[in-house]
């Protein structure tokens, strides 16, 4: 279900997708530029629109030579319905799951822009990030009633994010990565490899909660005041700390992307704002939440470096000078949170850490 004809085609055939719209002729376009589905806006002349998400029987990104089961999707409906049931004011509305054709329509954030593009050129309200931190909060103290292992993470999604972030990465000429001139992995250490690996046991074995799995600035679009959640086909049962420490990261790279391009950094509230949320929801947070955050948060710095899914704010740095310089950094930043993630004891130190590398004044 990829072309305008065959979309049209099923919204006719299913009463209550039909029944949505006011009028036809029904508009079909494609809006997303995710990694894994096909992404459609569908609207009428009154400007009645939805959103028609579809998981093809392959990686989007990587095409038809990359096969992956399309019963993925499944899993992102039974996980949003979860989420909506416990942040119901951060996740847009679904009218409509479809496990058969491997689709679901969901509400269209019309005037929302994906966070990872709006730092880009606007200031992002602190409230916004301490939405995020309750939701985290929520994750923790709110788990799902038990199902089948399969009724919320995908068994070929979850050694996907293994491969693509605790191993690939780390195997010398390994055909996966793609490695641009811009940058010059440096060797790893025996400690860095080793708290790697300890990394991707804690992905493969703690069962904390219910997380998104892929939970970064480019799954998060926001309006004003106003927040949404999505994609959350990467969902599984693990550590929370690897959410925390995915949206972190996401952050540093639009802090990093800041940095080159001579904007105002704002790290330090961002992230208080973020934290102070999470501990004001969760009480006293586990020591062990704040080491794993660290650690997968040097994990996703480090490999998306080399991954071919890049990091939008690092390509987005105009210069090439720059971006070698900045892609240095952010190298830099993830071997010392990686190699130390297992002696922080406060958000200070984590703090510190970074910005001991993102600061312009150090470059």
């Not at 970064?216 to 925390?244: Q, R």
Request: charge should be negative; charged fraction near 20%.
């Amino acid at each position: 279900m990829q072309t305008e004809t065959e979309i049209i085609h099923y919204i006719a055939k299913t009463p209550h997708l039909k029944a949505f719209f006011d009028s036809t002729p029904l508009h079909v376009s494609e809006i997303g530029d995710g990694n894994l589905n096909f992404i459609f806006r569908i609207s009428d002349e009154s400007g009645t629109s939805l959103i028609l998400k579809y998981a093809p029987p392959y990686l989007r990104l990587l095409g038809k030579d990359f096969p992956l089961p399309q019963n993925r999707i499944c899993v992102e409906m039974h996980t949003l319905t979860y989420f909506k049931s416990i942040a119901p004011s951060l996740i847009p509305t679904l009218y409509h799951c479809d496990e058969e054709a491997f689709c679901f329509a969901m509400e269209d954030l019309v005037g929302y822009k994906l966070l990872q593009i709006a730092q880009f050129d606007q200031f992002i309200p602190l409230s916004l990030y301490a939405k995020l931190g309750t939701f985290l909060a929520t994750l923790y103290t709110k788990a799902p009633r038990k199902h089948d292992e399969s009724y919320y993470e995908n068994t070929l999604l979850k050694r996907i994010s293994e491969e693509y972030i605790f191993i690939f990465p780390y195997v010398e000429n390994h055909p996966a990565l793609v490695i641009p001139p811009y940058v010059q992995p440096m060797r790893k250490s025996a400690l860095f490899l080793e708290n790697m690996a300890h990394l991707l046991t804690l992905f493969q074995t703690e069962k904390e909660c219910l997380i998104h799995g892929d939970l970064h600035t480019g799954s998060v679009m926001i309006k004003h005041e106003n927040l949404a959640i999505i994609d959350a086909e990467f969902s599984l049962w693990g550590p929370l700390g690897f959410d925390i420490g995915t949206l972190l990261a996401h952050i540093i790279f639009g802090e990093i992307y800041n940095s080159f391009e001579n904007k105002p950094l704002q790290f330090q509230p961002i992230v208080r704002a973020l934290w102070k949320a999470f501990e004001k929801n969760i009480g006293i947070v586990p020591e062990h939440i704040l080491k794993h955050s660290v650690g997968f948060c040097g994990a996703e710095l480090s490999r998306r470096l080399v991954v071919p899914a890049k990091a939008k704010p690092l390509e987005a740095i105009v210069s090439h000078e720059a971006k070698i310089k900045a892609y240095a950094v952010c190298e830099k930043l993830s071997i010392e949170l990686i190699e130390t993630f297992l002696h922080v004891k406060t958000l200070e130190a984590f703090i510190t850490t970074v910005e001991k590398h993102v600061c312009i004044k150090t470059h």
